[in-house]
């Protein structure tokens, strides 16, 4: 096992701690204690990635953990947000819609032998999702309510645009046949 899977499965392993300070009332700094846990298991994804590709240590398990690994993460603090009154139920749906759309099209496409790559839209997309959540955890209150609405905004808005684009670019999958 290589560093840049463990780091995968480390985050993965972040998540429960994630939603428990979350959503449990433990201490007066649970928010921060999350949000510290929220941004490690967010920086272990740009260091696995760094790693693996600078080192020649990409895996099949790691091009198959490391996106579910972000999409737990992501996920499990949108839930989180929603439940807390932080996000809307309507966004949280086109997020997580968007992302099993994108993992079924992948696997049509792996099982024909096509790899699809992660995009530009698609960084940007992960990038918003991560600093709105950022944000949102953080609430700081003032001229960082604007910053939560202009990223928060960005980040449906980009999931929508990433989605068809994803599709858009590899849209003969959609014709295969096994």
Known sequence: MNIPN?????????????????????????????????????????????LARKNNQVTNFGKFMDPLADKLLVCAALVCLMDIGKLPSWAVIVIISREFIISGFRLVAADNGIVIAASWWGKLKTISQMVMIILLIADFGGVFDVLETVFFYAAVILTVVSMIDYIWKNRQVLSMQN
Do not use: E, N, Q, W
């Not at 959503?23 to 929220?38: P, V």
């Open 6 to 50: 463990m780091l995968t499965i480390l985050r993965v392993l972040l998540i429960p701690f994630f939603v428990v300070f979350m959503l449990c009332d433990l201490t007066s700094a649970d928010k921060y204690i999350a949000l510290g846990i929220f941004i490690a298991a967010s920086l272990t994804d740009t260091l696995d990635g760094y």
